[in-house]
C-alpha cells in the first residue's frame, strides 16, 4: 500500500527489518551530492537497527559519488548497507569493499531495438531540447536511460522540464508500442529508463527479500515516483508498504522521526 508521511501508521515499523530507498528526489538531489545533513540523518540510520537499500536508475558511478563517498566509512555500519543500481539490475554489498552481487545486462539486439524506439517515440512526442547537456540516451549496460535535457544538465533546467511527469508519460507511451516486451520506466526529474521485462524495483525487492530471507511486511520503501509509470510504482504494487515523499527535506523529516521512534 501507498501512504505519504501524514497517514502512515507508524506502528508498522516494529515489524519492519529493511527501509529501502530511491535516490533522486529522495534521498538527494537528482544527480547531485548528498548535503551535510541528511549525511548526518543516513548515518544514524545505518547505525540503527535497519538494514538499508538504496534502488536507483542511476549507475554505479553515481551512487559512490553522490552517496557512498560522503557517508561513514565505518565497515560496521556499512554492512547494514546495500546498493541496487539501474533499477535493480545490478546488486551491491560491502565485505571490506563494495562486490556486485549480481547483473542482468542488455543483449545488443534488445539496446539497438531500445533506440530505434527513443527515435521514434521522441519524434512522435515533438522532443526537441532547445540546448543538450551530455548524452540524451546513455548505455548503462543493464539499463539505457534517457535524460531530457541530457545527462549532465543544470538542476534548474531539469527540475523546470516536467515536474508532473506528464511529457515523460507521453514519451513512455510511444516507447511502449515498440517495447512491450521490455520494462519502460519514468524516473528522477528528466529519465526514462529500460531494463529487460521484470528488471524494475520490484525484481530488486524480491532480490533482497531472497538475499536476507525477508518477507514485504518487514520492508519500508520510501520514493518519490510513486505514480501510475513512475519507476518506485512496481514496488507499491507488489505489495510492499510504501511511503511517497514529496523532496529531500521531507525525507529528512521522515528518516528523524523513525529514529524517535526506534529503540
Same mark, same amino acid.
Given at each position: 500500500?501507498?501512504?505519504?508521511? @501524514?497517514?502512515? /501508521?507508524? $506502528?508498522?515499523?516494529?515489524?519492519?527489518?529493511?527501509?529501502?530507498?530511491?535516490?533522486?528526489? =529522495?534521498?538527494?538531489?537528482?544527480? !547531485? /551530492?548528498?548535503?551535510? $545533513? +541528511?549525511?548526518?540523518?543516513? *548515518?544514524? &540510520?545505518?547505525?540503527?537497527?535497519? +538494514?538499508?537499500?538504496?534502488?536507483?536508475?542511476?549507475?554505479?558511478?553515481?551512487?559512490?559519488?553522490?552517496?557512498?563517498?560522503?557517508?561513514?566509512?565505518?565497515?560496521?555500519?556499512?554492512?547494514?548497507? !546495500?546498493?541496487?543500481? !539501474?533499477?535493480?539490475?545490478?546488486?551491491?554489498?560491502?565485505?571490506? @569493499?563494495? @562486490? $556486485?552481487? #549480481?547483473?542482468?545486462? &542488455?543483449?545488443?539486439?534488445?539496446?539497438?531495438?531500445?533506440?530505434?524506439?527513443?527515435?521514434?517515440?521522441?519524434?512522435?512526442?515533438?522532443?526537441?531540447?532547445?540546448?543538450?547537456?551530455? $548524452?540524451?540516451?546513455?548505455?548503462?549496460? !543493464? @539499463?539505457?536511460?534517457?535524460?531530457?535535457?541530457?545527462?549532465?544538465?543544470?538542476?534548474?533546467?531539469? *527540475?523546470?522540464?516536467? /515536474?508532473?511527469?506528464?511529457?515523460?508519460?507521453?514519451?513512455?507511451? #510511444?516507447?511502449?508500442?515498440?517495447?512491450?516486451?521490455?520494462?519502460?520506466?519514468?524516473?528522477?526529474?528528466?529519465?526514462?529508463?529500460?531494463?529487460?521485462?521484470?528488471? *524494475?524495483?520490484? #525484481?530488486? +525487492?524480491?532480490? &533482497? +527479500?531472497?538475499?536476507?530471507?525477508?518477507?514485504?511486511?518487514?520492508?519500508?520503501?520510501?520514493?518519490?515516483?510513486?505514480?501510475?509509470?513512475?519507476?518506485?510504482? /512496481?514496488?507499491?504494487?507488489?505489495?510492499?508498504?510504501?511511503?511517497?515523499?514529496?523532496?529531500?527535506?521531507?525525507?529528512?523529516?521522515?528518516? *528523524?522521526?523513525?529514529?524517535?521512534? =526506534?529503540?
Amino acid at each position: 500500500m501507498t501512504y505519504t508521511i @501524514q497517514n502512515f /501508521p507508524f $506502528e508498522k515499523l516494529n515489524a519492519k527489518k529493511l527501509i529501502s530507498f530511491d535516490a533522486d528526489g =529522495t534521498l538527494v538531489l537528482s544527480k !547531485t /551530492p548528498m548535503d551535510a $545533513e +541528511m549525511v548526518a540523518i543516513f *548515518n544514524k &540510520l545505518l547505525h540503527s537497527k535497519y +538494514m538499508v537499500n538504496i534502488v536507483s536508475g542511476g549507475k554505479y558511478s553515481i551512487f559512490f559519488d553522490n552517496i557512498i563517498s560522503k557517508i561513514t566509512d565505518d565497515p560496521n555500519d556499512l554492512k547494514s548497507l !546495500t546498493l541496487s543500481p !539501474t533499477c535493480g539490475a545490478k546488486f551491491f554489498e560491502f565485505d571490506n @569493499q563494495w @562486490q $556486485e552481487s #549480481y547483473k542482468e545486462e &542488455l543483449s545488443e539486439d534488445q539496446k539497438k531495438r531500445i533506440y530505434a524506439a527513443f527515435d521514434y517515440a521522441l519524434k512522435m512526442a515533438n522532443h526537441q531540447p532547445q540546448k543538450l547537456y551530455g $548524452e540524451l540516451i546513455e548505455d548503462r549496460g !543493464t @539499463q539505457i536511460t534517457f535524460s531530457a535535457a541530457g545527462s549532465t544538465a543544470p538542476l534548474e533546467i531539469k *527540475n523546470k522540464y516536467d /515536474p508532473d511527469f506528464s511529457k515523460r508519460l507521453i514519451i513512455k507511451k #510511444y516507447l511502449d508500442e515498440k517495447i512491450g516486451d521490455l520494462d519502460v520506466k519514468v524516473a528522477g526529474t528528466t529519465s526514462i529508463d529500460v531494463t529487460k521485462k521484470g528488471i *524494475n524495483k520490484a #525484481y530488486a +525487492m524480491k532480490k &533482497l +527479500m531472497e538475499r536476507f530471507n525477508l518477507n514485504m511486511d518487514e520492508i519500508l520503501f520510501i520514493g518519490d515516483a510513486l505514480l501510475e509509470g513512475g519507476n518506485d510504482e /512496481p514496488v507499491s504494487l507488489m505489495g510492499i508498504d510504501s511511503i511517497e515523499i514529496k523532496d529531500v527535506e521531507e525525507t529528512k523529516t521522515l528518516i *528523524n522521526k523513525m529514529l524517535s521512534l =526506534t529503540t
